[in-house]
């Protein structure tokens, strides 16, 4: 009898960078952010994360729609640090 060989699959992912962000303040309680989509052709729906902490803490506060690239938020104490990440 013929023994089975192995048989391998091959799987590739390709991964997104997430776009740098930019921020300029529009008043007391709002910022207005902005980032560059990666290039590579494929839109992304990202989640917009915000904490007063820069390592840890973060929440959701918004998901702009794919190709989007700017969110006002509007939601800010004055005062405070706001840290932001896409994801």
Request: overall charge negative; charged content about 15%.
């Amino acid at each position: 009898t013929a023994e089975s060989l192995p048989s391998a699959t091959q799987s590739t992912t390709t991964l997104i960078p997430p776009p740098t962000l930019s921020a300029s303040a529009v008043s007391f309680n709002e910022i207005r952010l902005t980032w560059t989509p990666p290039g590579l052709g494929m839109p992304k729906n990202w989640v917009l994360e915000r904490s007063t902490r820069a390592d840890d803490d973060f929440r959701a506060v918004a998901s702009p729609e794919a190709g989007a690239t700017n969110y006002a938020d509007a939601s800010l104490q004055p005062a405070t640090t706001y840290f932001y990440r896409l994801k």
